[in-house]
T-cell receptor, first 117, second 109 residues
């Protein structure tokens, strides 16, 4: 069974802490994505990567950074967590093809619910 | 601007049929996706349409009208396990996905 695994399902952090969210996929996918999901809003893209060591800003990159040192792993970093970063974070991956996400189906992880106090 | 609209919540009866609508406005268009997301779980792919018309896949069908910027997901013979949120997403000219807020479908016995 193909998998996108997010290391932490639930995290509680304090304002100002550095937070690492890890995502690993076992499908040899080129593309990886980080989204956040908030009630009443569509998924919002934070960052994506189409190759190792490559990264591209999405719609809401402020306050976040990413790292992709290996093809299978894509990490999201909150340098100094703030309460407005309390959210569900979803990692996804897809194969390379027509554009970054053209007709490529996304496989999602189960999500990491982050609460910042 | 780019946006996607879908109803926030719908209720239907087990065994019945339900249609979830999605309208979109994007800069260019490279297809329309539907995903299902059970509470606390990952979204999973249901369908992709890029040409006008109806795509049928078992109990689920998806329809697209590019000229109207409109799609729907049709679920037949509803089962309790179909209770979930259904996410609509359109791919724009840069192949970036624009997501709707999701439709929460409640199935009653």
């Amino acid at each position: 069974d193909v998998k996108v695994t997010q290391s932490s399902r639930y995290l509680v952090k304090r304002t100002g802490e550095k937070v690492f969210l890890e995502c690993v996929q076992d499908m040899d996918h080129e593309n990886m994505f980080w989204y956040r999901q908030d009630p009443g809003l569509g998924l919002r893209l934070i960052y994506f990567s189409y190759d190792v060591k490559m990264k591209e800003k999405g719609d809401i990159p402020e306050g976040y950074s990413v790292s992709r040192e290996k093809k299978e792993r894509f990490s999201l970093i909150l340098e100094s967590a703030s309460t407005n970063q309390t959210s569900m974070y979803l990692c996804a991956s897809s194969t390379q093809g027509a554009g970054w996400t053209g007709a490529n189906v996304l496989t999602f992880g189960a999500g990491s619910r982050l609460t910042v106090l | 601007g780019q946006n996607i609209d879908q109803p926030t919540e719908m209720t239907a009866t087990e065994g019945a049929i339900v249609q979830i609508n999605c309208t979109y406005q994007t800069s260019g268009f490279n297809g329309l996706f539907w995903y299902q997301q059970h509470a606390g779980e990952a979204p999973t792919f249901l369908s992709y349409n890029v040409l006008d018309g109806l795509e049928e896949k078992g109990r689920f069908s998806s329809f697209l009208s590019r000229s109207k910027g409109y799609s729907y997901l049709l679920l037949k013979e509803l089962q309790m396990k179909d209770s979930a949120s259904y996410l609509c997403a359109a791919s724009d000219s840069n192949y970036q996905l624009i997501w709707g807020a999701g439709t929460k479908l409640i199935i009653k016995p």
